[in-house]
């Protein structure tokens, strides 16, 4: 049988980010609210392949009540599955309204 590594657990607030159902584990949301929170842009969240990955910085913020304002949220940045190839990270930033 093999052997599993013992990579020591991060604590949740250290994290940088997390997965949808974390993110509903941890703040006792339905998948649904954390789904409107996201499209809300209250959370902030990236696409890294097929997965959509969430800032714990955003859930920490939303939980401790500071900065909830619904903002407009942005087009998310699609990463490939594979990295960013050499074209795409020198694609232009949009700028911030």
Not at 22 to 28: C, G
Not at 61 to 73: F, I, Q, S
Request: proline share 8%; net charge positive.
């Amino acid at each position: 049988m093999p052997r599993r590594s013992r990579v020591p657990r991060i604590a949740f607030q250290d994290r940088l980010g997390c997965s949808v159902r974390e993110a509903a584990d941890v703040t006792s949301l339905s998948l649904s609210r954390i789904w409107q929170l996201m499209d809300q842009g209250v959370l902030i969240w990236r696409k890294i392949g097929r997965r959509r990955i969430i800032e714990v910085s955003s859930v920490l913020k939303l939980m401790r009540g500071e900065d909830t304002a619904v903002a407009t949220p942005a087009k998310p940045m699609v990463i490939p599955a594979g990295g960013a190839a050499a074209d795409q990270a020198s694609a232009p930033v949009p700028p911030c309204a």
